[in-house]
């Protein structure tokens, strides 16, 4: 017998369910031996045992359903070591799960936070393989991750509709886009809507150097400006101050977020009007575009291969359109950000783009 329990921790996002679709294919179709344990609302479900028996058949029909059919949760790592209010020990609760139930491995979905505890797993002696899966496209050890071309998709479309409505008056348009940390989903979508401004976490802006991209598409006849703002874009002084000092900034900000406070700033030193567009979760909604029903289903299948081959303590990535296996170990706490320095970034200013800072 063959027991697999499955989980989808942290934000969610598309094609979870196209992922864990191809996984238990994969298995199911060289073994009939399978027992799948499906975790409620991802590393709670082990934490509390909470988990639902599932056959091949809940898998079957749900390739193009956004969402994750078991649920998901964050769960910070920083606090996997703490005790809950109760004063359990919850990588103790997760290995009894684990344990009581006789699993032969753990198949684990999720982005940055999801892979630290994941690898703390491994360490723990727990038979481990992760799936990349976040619209941000920032983990390490791989090309791509599912979700990030549907999210780029659905901000690209936002972009799309701005453009419109922007031709028709003489304003100023910001998109924010989710990211906080990188800029993947900004830059792409950016670059596919054809936003005159890209505004990054990794490329630290001056309003001034905003402004004055501004001012010269109005003097060159371009009745408007849209701005493509990645929710973690900051400006060159806040980049200067510690971590301690932006929080404690932060803390004090009236700005719901970093688009209204590009706002009113852009609005004290322009004569034009601002207006603000924030897709939010809709990035992370609908159904996964195709490239991410593909790139789920193959990663998926070849979890499958690696279970069956017994290859544990690694998640299945992409790299230069092959599968591969990358130790936990590795992806581990590792960022992959938009390096500033890039050919992508330099072809973009050539085409014109401002990125705020020069
Ligand atoms: O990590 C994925 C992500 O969508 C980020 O782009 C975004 O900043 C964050 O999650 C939002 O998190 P939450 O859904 O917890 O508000």
Redesign the pocket.
């Known amino acids: 017998m063959l027991r697999i329990g499955m989980l989808t921790s ?4 598309q094609a979870l369910n196209a992922a864990m679709r191809g996984v238990v294919k994969g298995i199911c179709s060289k073994r009939d031996d399978v027992e799948i344990y499906g975790f409620q609302e991802g590393y709670k479900g082990l934490i509390y045992s909470n988990f639902k028996m599932l056959t091949s058949r809940d898998f079957s029909g749900i390739l193009t359903v956004g969402g994750t059919i078991l649920g998901t949760s ?1 769960q910070p790592f920083k606090l996997m070591r703490v005790p809950d209010e109760n004063g359990l020990d919850k990588v103790e609760a997760m290995k009894h799960t684990y344990h009581k139930l006789n699993l032969n491995c753990l198949v684990i979905l999720g ?2 936070g999801t892979h630290k505890t994941a690898n703390m797993l491994r360490e723990e002696g727990l038979n481990i393989i992760t799936l990349p899966k ?3 496209n ?1 983990l390490w050890g791989t090309d791509m991750t599912f ?1 990030f071309q549907s ?1 780029v998709d659905i901000a690209t479309d936002t972009i799309d509709k701005i453009h419109t409505t922007a031709t028709s008056h003489s304003r100023v348009f910001i998109v924010e ?5 990188v800029g993947w ?1 900004t830059l792409h979508a950016g670059i596919a809507g054809g936003a005159d401004i890209v505004l990054l976490p990794e490329i630290p802006y001056d309003i001034d150097v905003v402004v004055d991209a501004i001012n010269k598409r109005k003097a060159a006849g371009k009745r408007f400006t849209i701005i493509a703002v990645a ?2 874009a900051i400006s060159k002084q806040d980049a200067k101050l510690s971590k301690k000092e932006l929080k404690a900034k932060k803390e004090k900000n009236k700005y719901p977020s970093v688009a209204y406070e590009l706002a009113e700033r852009i609005q004290k030193k322009t004569d034009q009007e601002v207006r603000i567009t924030v897709p ?2 809709t ?2 909604g609908g159904s996964p575009c195709p490239y991410d029903r593909v790139l789920s289903t193959r990663l998926g299948a070849a979890a499958a291969e690696a279970i069956l081959d017994g290859d544990y303590g690694c998640m299945v990535g992409l790299k230069n359109d092959k599968i591969i296996r990358v130790p936990l170990g590795e992806v581990a706490g590792k960022l992959k950000y938009v390096d500033p320095k890039s050919d992508f970034i330099k072809e973009a200013r050539l085409t014109g783009i401002s990125f705020g800072d020069q």
């Open positions: 942290g934000g969610d996002c964050r982005g940055n976040t619209i941000d920032d979700g999210a886009v989710m990211g906080h940390k989903v929710e973690g939010g979760h990035q992370r």
